[in-house]
């Protein structure tokens, strides 16, 4: 039965055509025709998506067209002695069945481990599911060798694995061949993005699961089908650079708030004037800057108290010499000191203040007198009278000039109150500077005291006192300066390290608004893509769901994909119960969970861009009432047209359906007898069941003749037909045609000859030569049989429907060869 061909196509529609933009020049289109994007955004999205090209730099997966043409099992799950399940390498539904424990399934897994190197029926299960792997009777050379098909140069290959007789299940040796070139390592990483992808296999234990499994699982496979990886990277790309310019931000806040609550336990002055600066909600980090590395004025601080640390006064050697000088220089003008050395000197005084004048007027009347006249003669007897006297006051002028210097040294050694012992409310308690700044107001004093016999007491004393209080003083305030070391020396590094961090955080404060928007334009626009492209898939599930349902009144409508990466993801699936809006998972009986998964599966395994053209189904029917068995028969039997399509069932529902509804499959039995001898038979192919429904028309005596011959005739010109498209399918797909030439030379051939003659002598051949072609290949009994399975049909040949039947059946089996 031919399957309608607008249903194939829907089947097919699905992920991104290769011929499609490329993602990067779609997204550059986008944000150039967003008049709300800025440049810098626009920037940050290009590079977050350049970036993805070094992560799409796989090795190149340089097969296609993939069919499976044999399963060879030994030693592994149920199959002892080696078995082999021979498919039909090209498009079409294969039915493997058998009771349970036959090893059917052994088959399935076999293929899926040597392929993928995994089991999906085995994850998340206890060990004991992967102990048994081994069979009992024939487990030391376990072996398995998956045929391929495939388009291409090299359309034969394999993949083998093979384990020692002590070899754990992970320890097989892993290989493919591409004859004619020898055998070599499996390369898991040229085919384990395109398993992950478009995984073939589906298993009873995953139907379930695509639906009630982890809900990021179903989406995530889904929004890698739909070719969205790269927005997904450079969206996940940017997403962590926002978090850590954020984690940034808020790191440096908890630790400016930690900061602020160390400062305040410390008593010293910089820590008050930095938390006052962090207490803003925009600090000024050149003020913390400052304050850390010490460069503000600090007079009253811990500045004002080194300053009062740094204060000197003259040596105590210093003041004892300036006061023994004076002591010395007062007595010795009080020796030299009589009555009539005070006269001369009085005199002497005179003289010479007189004669100063005289010098600077000339000859004059006497100032002091106004009697007589300084005239020259005046003048020399002042001269000799000058210098007796000097002689005799001379020791008197000398101590009195010696008094005068000893008193202008000692004035000299006092300064003024400094401004550091000022008193300030801020200065701390510890720190008293009171008694300093009196003791020094009474040493200043001492630069303008006139000389008295008691000033070198009193020069000794007031130093002495000073010196004493001044030296407690300093001792305190070292003492408060090492306290304030203690206390503010730790902080400077944290704050320093702070502040390094907040400059940071400042310079980033611009890229972190554009990040954030690039961020969101990316989630928008990847989801407006994404629902673009998930609308392909949506409607092939639910053709497949529409087909699979029958009778369930269950309506699913639109599937949606809702997140992001980094966010909760899930597939969101609209149904309707008798036109009520319901949750899926909360109305679906299992076998409507089934059906659901397998709606989901079939999309993704199907799409053009996969490499498999097999899909390999393991017992789908557990749990379908038998209404959705005949809708699943149709499904299967659609996909076929295109694909591959192998299940493994226990359930006879499926090749009855398939049987009853005409549908073209191959159904194959698998037996299992004693000690794991598992054997394959072709239970029924559609050649075999053309020929088997014309034996049966010749033995229905209840049909007129006339109508039986037509039947019967028919039948093996169906069964001549579905030989030929097999063999066309196999040698073309060999000779490396791509499977879509393949199905469009098949679709050509219109008539049963031309099918032959594609079969036999391939593309190109002509179907007015086929007799010809025929005779001088294998003989005149092959144009006969042919003529007479086409012609029977219409009109009388000259044999019996029996004869026909036999002569079909060997030009099949010719064909078949």
Same mark, same amino acid.
């Given at each position: ?33 967003? #008049?709300?994007? $800025? ?7 290009? *590079?977050?998506?350049?970036? &993805? ?9 340089? =097969? ?21 399940? =021979? ?16 090893? !059917? ?10 392929? $993928? ?154 820590? %008050? ?99 007589? /006249? ?16 000097? %002689? ?13 210097? /000893? ?27 009171? /008694? ?42 070292? !003492?408060?300066?090492?306290?304030? =070391?203690?206390?503010? $020396? ?18 980033? &404060? ?15 626009? &990847? ?5 673009? +492209? ?11 769901? @529409?087909?699979?349902? @029958? ?24 149904? &309707? ?26 999309? *993704?395994? $199907?799409?053009?861009?996969? #490499? ?21 028969? @149709? ?23 398939? +049987? ?14 004693? *000690? ?62 791509? =499977? ?39 003989? +005149? ?13 219409? %009109?009388p040949i000259g044999r019996t429907m029996r004869e026909l039947i036999g002569e079909t059946e060997k030009f099949v089996d010719w064909l078949s060869r």
């Open positions: 039965m031919r399957p309608d061909p607008d249903a194939v196509h829907v089947v097919h529609v699905g992920g991104p055509s290769a011929s499609a933009p490329r993602l990067s020049d779609v997204v550059t289109r986008r944000l150039a025709e967003d #008049p709300a994007v $800025t440049p810098s955004v626009t920037r940050t999205v290009l *590079r977050a998506l350049g970036g &993805t090209e070094s992560d799409n730099s796989a090795t190149e997966f340089d =097969h296609s067209g993939i069919f499976l043409r044999s399963i060879r099992v030994r030693g592994f799950r149920g199959i002892g002695p080696e078995a082999t399940l =021979h498919l039909p390498p090209g498009p079409g539904l294969t039915l493997v069945v058998g009771r349970n424990g036959s090893g !059917k399934s052994s088959f399935a897994e076999a293929a899926e481990l040597a392929l $993928t190197g995994g089991n999906r029926r085995w994850d998340g299960r206890s060990a004991a599911w992967r102990e048994g792997w081994r069979n009992l009777h024939d487990g030391s050379a376990a072996r398995i060798e998956l045929a391929l098909l495939t388009a291409g140069g090299a359309p034969s290959s394999t993949i083998m694995k093979e384990w020692e007789p002590t070899a754990d299940l992970a320890d097989a040796h892993w290989t493919e061949q591409h004859p004619p070139g020898p055998p070599a390592e499996f390369d898991t990483d040229r085919w384990a993005a395109q398993l992950e992808l478009y995984r073939p296999f589906l298993s009873y234990s995953e139907l379930g699961a695509l639906v009630d499994g982890k809900p990021s699982d179903l989406f995530d496979a889904l929004h890698q089908l739909l070719g969205l990886d790269e927005l997904t990277v450079a969206q996940e790309r940017i997403r962590v650079r926002r978090l850590e310019l954020e984690r940034a931000v808020r790191d440096s806040r908890l630790e400016r708030l930690e900061l602020l609550e160390l400062l305040a336990s410390v008593d010293d002055d910089r820590a %008050v004037r930095v938390a006052d600066l962090l207490r803003l909600a925009q600090p000024d980090l050149a003020a913390v800057g400052r304050e850390v590395l010490g460069v503000v004025d600090d007079p009253v601080g811990s500045d004002g108290l080194r300053a009062i640390v740094r204060l000197a006064l003259p040596t105590g050697t210093d003041v004892a010499e300036a006061a023994v000088r004076l002591t010395e220089c007062g007595a010795a003008l009080a020796r030299d000191t009589t009555t009539d050395a005070a006269a001369d000197l009085r005199v002497l005084e005179l003289l010479r203040k007189a004669r100063d004048h005289r010098t600077a007027s000339g000859t004059c009347p006497c100032p002091v007198c106004g009697r007589g /006249a300084l005239d020259d003669e005046w003048f020399r007897d002042t001269e000799a009278a000058i210098d007796q006297l000097a %002689v005799r006051v001379d020791a008197l002028a000398t101590a009195r000039a010696d008094l005068d210097d /000893a008193v202008r040294a000692a004035r000299a050694l006092p300064n003024l109150v400094p401004a550091e012992l000022d008193f300030d409310p801020r200065t701390p308690p510890s720190v008293d500077t009171s /008694a300093v700044r009196a003791a020094w107001a009474d040493w200043a004093a001492i630069s303008g005291a006139d000389y008295t016999p008691e000033l070198p007491d009193r020069l000794r004393g007031v130093h002495a006192r000073l010196a004493d209080e001044l030296e407690l003083l300093q001792q305190g305030t070292r !003492k408060e300066l090492d306290r304030l =070391h203690e206390v503010w $020396t730790p902080l400077v590094p944290r704050i320093a390290s702070w502040l390094e961090g907040a400059h940071k955080v400042a310079a980033d &404060t611009a890229e972190l608004r554009t990040v954030k928007k690039a961020e969101d334009w990316l989630k928008s626009a &990847t989801a407006g893509l994404r629902g673009e +492209r998930m609308t392909p898939l949506a409607t092939t599930a639910r053709w497949v769901w @529409q087909t699979l349902r @029958q009778q369930s009144n269950v309506e699913l409508g639109a599937i949606r994909l809702q997140g992001n990466a980094g966010t909760a993801r899930r597939v969101l699936l609209d149904v &309707t119960v008798d036109d009520v809006d319901g949750a899926a998972l909360g109305v679906m009986s299992q076998g409507e969970l089934h059906a659901l998964g397998l709606s989901l599966f079939l999309p *993704r395994a $199907t799409v053009e861009e996969s #490499p498999f053209r097999f899909v390999m189904i393991d017992d789908p029917v557990q749990a379908m009432d038998p209404a959705k068995v005949d809708g699943l028969a @149709q499904v299967l039997a659609t996909v076929a047209w295109t694909r591959q399509v192998v299940v493994f069932t226990h359930d006879e529902r499926l090749a009855e359906a398939v +049987r009853r509804m005409s549908l073209d499959a191959t159904v194959l039995e698998v037996q299992r007898r004693d *000690r794991s001898v598992v054997e394959v038979r072709v239970s029924s192919d559609p050649i075999r069941r053309y020929l088997d429904d014309a034996r049966a028309l010749v033995r229905t005596p209840q049909l007129p003749a006339a109508i039986a011959d037509e039947l019967v005739a028919t039948c093996c010109r169906s069964a001549v037909e579905a030989a030929s498209l097999a063999r066309a399918r196999r040698t073309l797909l060999a000779a490396g045609i791509n =499977h879509r030439e393949v199905e469009r030379h098949i679709d050509a051939a219109h008539s049963t000859r031309a099918k032959v003659a594609l079969a036999v002598f391939g593309v190109g051949s002509k179907v007015d030569d086929l007799n010809k072609n025929l005779v001088a290949r294998e003989g +005149r009994w092959v144009v006969d049989a042919l003529r007479d399975a086409t012609a029977g049909a219409h %009109v």
